[in-house]
């Protein structure tokens, strides 16, 4: 449990970075965002995240393209049909979170990284809006939603606000290899590699 907790939150973080680092506007407009709050405290503060409206929008676009868990198994409670398929009772079924949240009938540009759609959006983690479920819905949603997002907000916050990001010299954004590997969750099948650069360098006591 420890370890898929770990790696869930670690995952979207990597997903969300390369995300940013592809779309330098997305990148800037979300320093700029953590930047502004924390200017004046010199540090990140956890008990202000959520005033990071932006950033909260970019990690739910990034768990919308790039859901930890691409496939949710369940067991049918009752027998059903479902466009002509008879579905008996106990069967197991695979909900595909990815290809609902890239489903064109309920999202424009499906395949753009675009964290501005949820701005002012209702849709949420909660499993209501079925079109957006990245950690599930009903009484089986994951138990460790508000712990893995605080994680995941934070540490992005931190990344952001501490140093600016570049790509090793020669390698263009537009060139990131984006390949999915499934395993225990949906991960980048090639590590991101990214130059740190001082922007509030830590005090050493």
Known sequence: MFGAGSETSA??????????????????????????????K????ENCINELDYLKSVVKETLRLHPPAALIVRE?????????????????????VWAIARDPNYWTEPEKFYPE?????????????????????????CPGTIFGLRNIEQALAMLLYHFDWKLPSGIRSEELDMTEEFGVTLRRKNDLLLLPFSYHPLSVK
Request: hydrophobic share 40%.
């Open 11 to 40: 995952n979207t973080i990597d997903w969300a970075m390369v995300e940013m680092v592809r779309d330098p506007r997305i990148m800037k407009k979300a320093q700029a965002e953590v930047r502004e709050l924390f200017k004046l």
């Open 76 to 96: 049918c409670g009752q027998a059903c049909d479902i466009n002509g398929y008879h579905i008996p009772i106990k069967t197991r079924v695979m909900i595909n």
């Open 42 to 45: 010199g540090r990140v503060d």
């Open 117 to 141: 759609r949820f701005i002012d959006s209702s849709i949420d983690y909660k499993g209501s809006n079925f079109e957006y479920i990245p950690f599930g819905a009903g009484r089986r949603i």
